[in-house]
């Protein structure tokens, strides 16, 4: 196959899986979205982790949410447990990094709040234990995976929330990751908002 092949596969294989994820994912697409709006409209924060990928996917979808996505709102509370470089590395260098977004978990969360737990393989151990620091602190999970949900679907109670991508190959599975996070996104404005 030649380049221009190739690219145009990956186009065509991106696109068909955005379809075949938008059947079973809208639904609790709009769940995650309604929660959130509570855990916000309560004084909640949504706390975002995921590696690599996952973790500009942190980053992105809680800057949307501290500054605007598309429409003018004040601020909303959240924040991306993969920015805090020093944080990262003592928490690394002094325990493991297994816990690097746990410990984090553990000293910022309050019940009520949120945790967006990302990973395309849903077997990372540090967003596991986040996942499982969730839980200790009486936070509701949002778990946003693919390859099945790996152990972190496993770890999940019926109050969290599984968003699983119908794919295992990774680069796919973002790129409906992040479509998946511009529809929360519109969703939490258009349950604020209204419709424009
Ligand atoms: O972005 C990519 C691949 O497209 C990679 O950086 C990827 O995010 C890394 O391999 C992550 O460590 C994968 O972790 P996870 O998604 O399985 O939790
Ligand atoms: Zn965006």
Known sequence: MDLA????QHFTDSA??????MEVLAEPIGQAAERMVTCLMRDGKI???GNGGSAA???HFSSELLNRFERERPGLAAIALTTDTSTLTSIANDYAYEQVFAKQVRALGQPGDMLLAISTSGNSRN??????AAH?????VIALTGNGGGQIAEALTAEDIHICVPSSITARIQEVHLLTLHCLCDAIDYLLLGAE
């Open 16 to 21: 068909h899986l955005k379809l075949q994820a």
């Open 127 to 132: 967003v596991l234990e986040a996942v499982h």
């Open 57 to 59: 996917d942190s980053q």
């Open 136 to 140: 200790e602190r009486e936070i509701t």
């Open 47 to 49: 706390m975002a982790c």
């Open 5 to 8: 092949n190739r690219i145009h």
